[in-house]
């Protein structure tokens, strides 16, 4: 008797508004990590936001960076487990795998690029090392149903809220779980085993955060104009969520809006929202427009059109490689723009820890740059367009390439 061969699942094609939403965040976050190097790290954006309105904004945003980013690694997880063909154990081994990769680069070459040189007792915990705890986590969570993980993304989105009054210091000997998971380095570093660790990006909202976009993944295989849809309705109404939650200061956010003197005040008040970790509200802000987004610009599955949308492909393609690389550019570049100066080559450490490691005494007031913005501007303008050659090189070079080592690059 013949027998029947079974249909093989059916691949997702590459939805081109991925790679070029990536690639928005990309060039964006250029030009938020630009201010932080050519700018004064003492003068904190959303602090002087009503007064510095430009400088406000020139950070606000950039918001969108980071949770677009993370969501769609949640994403690409998903249909990357689709396309090759994983069956779980495949797709937690890989997830596991690329996320304590993305560890080792965190606390190694992103550490030095962030820093301008290898510090052994001192680590950033950022953006890339928190997508590498997120997808171990993830590598896990993938064994529930589509809606258990969806639940658990929205819990942990949703309602770390309601922990922030939990203080570290108040945990004893586990403080250092809760600053890794929830608090954040904002009031000291975690020292463990007499190294100082920085925890910018406290994991648990993150590991919510890339949930949600694998339990959206599905969403991205349908048919071109039902997930327009979809993705449309979901962006709105995620930013209609916000609008009313911030106005009605029912929750979302441990601080609280004002009106101000003026309109403009009064809506940088209104958007002025907390990043770390990230509030329901910040979450809520970045991701429906980033939905939107998606659902405005999923068009052609691989040829976006416009010459700019072409463009921002190229680095949308190739995340990892143009994060790194943009890294140590603008580390070498604000170094010698702060040596011609001030006469003095400052790297990343010095300006941005120099008066930790001075014992909080304040910095002379010739350190770093200033706020110029149109430095900022134009230095952001002209990395971007220096970056993109070799990101389209290294693109072509990666597509091309047939070994395994590839995915994880």
Request: hydrophobic residues 50%; aromatic residues 12%.
């Amino acid at each position: 008797m013949t027998q029947v061969p079974t249909a093989a699942p059916l691949r997702s094609e590459r939805v081109a508004s991925l790679d070029l939403l990536r690639g928005l965040v990309m060039v964006l976050m250029a030009l938020d990590h630009t201010r932080d190097f050519f700018g004064d790290p003492r003068v904190s954006p959303e602090a002087v936001g009503m007064q510095q309105p430009l400088l406000f904004l020139t950070r606000w945003v950039t918001h969108i960076c980071a949770p677009s980013f993370v969501f769609l690694a949640g994403v690409s997880a998903f249909l990357h487990g689709t396309r090759e063909y994983m069956d779980r154990a495949r797709q937690t081994r890989f997830l596991v795998v690329r996320g304590l990769w993305l560890l080792l680069l965190e606390v190694s070459v992103v550490s030095a690029g962030w820093l301008g040189a290898l510090a052994f007792n001192f680590t950033i915990l950022q953006v890339i090392g928190a997508i590498g705890i997120a997808m171990v986590a993830l590598g896990g969570l993938i064994w529930l149903p589509r809606k258990a993980i969806l639940a658990i993304s929205l819990i942990l989105v949703a309602g770390h809220n309601l922990m922030d009054d939990v203080i570290s210091g108040d945990l004893g000997s586990a403080s250092w779980l809760w600053t890794l998971v929830h608090e954040g380095s904002s009031r000291a570093p975690l020292v463990l085993f007499g190294h100082q660790l920085w925890i910018q990006y406290a994991v648990l909202p993150w590991v919510g955060i890339m949930g949600l976009g694998y339990a959206c993944g599905p969403i991205l295989q349908g048919p071109r104009e039902s997930r327009r849809k979809q993705l449309f309705l979901l962006g709105t109404g995620v930013i209609t969520l916000f609008v009313f939650l911030r106005y009605s200061g029912i929750y979302g956010d441990p601080d609280s809006w004002e009106t101000q003197q003026s309109v403009l005040a009064t809506c940088i008040d209104f958007v002025n929202v907390t990043k770390y970790p990230p509030s329901l509200l910040f979450s809520l802000m970045t991701l429906g427009p980033a939905l939107v987004f998606l659902a405005c610009f999923d068009r052609e599955p691989s040829r976006p059109t416009g010459w700019l949308a072409n463009k921002l492909v190229v680095f949308g393609r190739v995340p990892l490689f143009y994060y790194i690389l943009h890294l140590f550019v603008i580390q070498i570049s604000s170094g010698l723009l702060a040596w011609v100066r001030d006469g003095h080559y400052f790297t990343t450490f010095e300006r941005l820890f120099g008066s930790f490691l001075a014992g909080g005494q304040p910095l002379p007031a010739s350190f770093g740059n200033d706020n110029d913005l149109l430095t900022v501007y134009g230095a952001w303008l002209i990395i971007v367009v220096g970056l993109y050659p070799v990101c389209r090189w290294y693109g072509e070079r990666k597509r091309a390439g047939t070994s395994w080592l590839w995915s994880y690059l």
